[in-house]
């Protein structure tokens, strides 16, 4: 059931990647030299204010003009963690007129807070999310509000630009750690991840929603608290790592979890009513699977988004990894059913197995975002370490049918080789965004992002 996707494969193998060929056709993936920073196709972005000035990048948005917001952890002066945020123009260079000199953060009144859910855009406003750490074992949910033009805005329910949820409920630890963030319809917010109960690795699924005023829903979740935690007794540990809002209104989370009695992760799907309560997908409620039947290696989704299905649910595109064997990671595309969250028969990895595909090349490589391009297929965005080399970015297009496409696109920042860490993908009109951060030197990283050009003459994509 191992679907080895013979397009990634041929090109690794040839060694494309390692020669620095940005595509293997000339439109089609390559970076578009009318963007970013002398031309190249990229944009680092520093904050560098303090501290070991690790600036991580965890999220971006595209505005509606083409303009790229990009969210992470930024330090203040005084090294303490802020969550901070920039916008690019629609031509890659960063905007001087954002907040201060293309740059905004979180107020220190806010404390310290971290961007682990990334950002997402409501109207005219930004919507950063992540956790507030209030003492070593304390940590709650928080979402903090931005202007379009970088200045801090004021939840109603507050008159502050950052609430906070805290779940708690261990008794005596609560570490509360959002990884996905999502604007339903309504202007309401939907925050999950995790929180741990009696130690760091007992976690149980937890979701949060807001009202548009900042205050928790007490129309949702556990006794109309705002806040829905899932986990079932055939589980030991539960996350999520990213969050979506279907067409009929319910929320899907993906990440992990530890069945009882395996050795390793497998991969969770949890789906949720509109009001919070748990929509089952199976016996035991959740959805869990490997790609290889065994859960004595890891499984992990990382990413997901959201198709027209059948049945009136969406059918979920999910990625993420798979450990296949030894400790080598290897990338991961599965579509699951909606309705019934099993494998959809007709999506293959081009060599007759249904339901998913995995490439395996150098020490590690896993798929951590998917986009859908309008009548075209899923572009992937993965981290990619080359054996023996450090990390890069690197780009690729999977057809409806789960067969690869010739996109392959390999990103890599700075001058000397680096550690680089992509976040996640957007496809935008006609191009491809790319967000993540780069490691400049020791553990000053910066935020980066790449635009990549989209075909317009092979309107299919398919330039074969």
């Known amino acids: 059931m191992v679907a080895n996707t013979t397009m990634f494969r041929t090109l690794l193998a040839c060694g494309l990647l390692q020669a620095g060929f940005a595509s293997a056709l000339p439109l089609d993936g390559a970076l578009d030299t009318n963007w970013g920073v002398l031309s190249s196709g990229k944009s680092p972005i520093a904050f560098d204010y303090g501290g070991t000035m690790s600036d991580f990048a ?107 949820a805290s779940i708690e409920p261990g008794p005596s630890l609560s570490r509360d750690v959002p990884y996905g963030i999502a604007v339903q319809p309504d202007g309401k917010i939907v925050m999950a991840g995790t929180t741990a109960v009696a130690n760091v690795s007992d976690t149980y699924a937890a979701f949060v929603r807001f009202q548009t005023s900042g205050a928790l829903d007490n129309g949702f979740g556990l006794s109309n608290s705002g806040i829905q935690l899932m986990r079932t007794s055939n589980f030991i540990r539960h996350q999520i790592n990213a969050v979506a809002i279907a067409s009929n209104g319910k929320i899907v989370g993906v990440g992990k979890t530890d069945v009882v009695g395996g050795n390793d992760s497998s991969a969770l799907i949890v789906r949720l009513e509109a009001d919070g309560t748990v929509d089952p997908l199976s016996q035991t409620d959740e959805c869990s699977f490997e790609v290889d039947g065994s859960n004595s290696r890891d499984t992990e989704l990382l990413g ?131 967000a993540g951060s780069w490691l400049k030197s020791g553990a000053n990283y910066d935020f980066g992002a790449a635009r990549l050009l989209l075909d317009q003459i092979f309107a299919d994509g398919f330039d074969d």
């Open 58 to 164: 965890s999220g971006s948005v595209i505005g509606p003009d083409g303009a790229m917001y990009i969210s992470g952890t930024v330090r203040d002066a005084n090294g303490i963690a802020r969550m901070g945020v920039t916008r690019l123009l629609p031509n890659g260079i960063i905007d001087d007129n954002f907040g201060t000199d293309g740059r905004a953060m979180t107020q220190a009144s806010q404390g310290e807070l971290f961007n682990t859910a990334g950002i997402a855009m409501r109207n005219n406003s930004l919507l950063v999310g992540g956790y507030k750490k209030t003492t070593a074992d304390n940590w709650d949910f928080v979402v903090c509000a931005f202007s379009t033009a970088g200045v801090p805005l004021l939840f109603n329910a507050t008159l502050t630009s950052c609430v906070s």
């Open 304 to 434: 997901l988004a959201l198709v027209p299905g059948s049945g009136g649910e969406d059918d979920l595109i999910t990625v993420g990894y798979a450990q296949m064997s030894g400790t080598v990671r290897s990338a991961l595309i599965a579509k699951r059913l909606g309705s019934a969250c099993a494998y959809d028969a007709g999506f293959s990895g081009g060599d007759g197995t249904n339901g998913y595909a995995t490439v395996t090349a150098g020490d590690s490589f896993g798929f951590q975002s998917v986009a859908v391009q309008p009548n075209v297929g899923y572009v992937v965005a993965a981290n990619y370490t080359p054996t023996g080399g450090d990390s890069d970015w690197l780009v690729g297009r999977y057809r409806f049918d789960g067969t690869s496409d010739f996109l392959l696109t390999q990103i890599d920042f700075g001058n000397i080789h680096q550690s680089d860490v992509v976040a996640d993908v957007h496809v935008f009109h006609d191009g491809i965004y790319v």
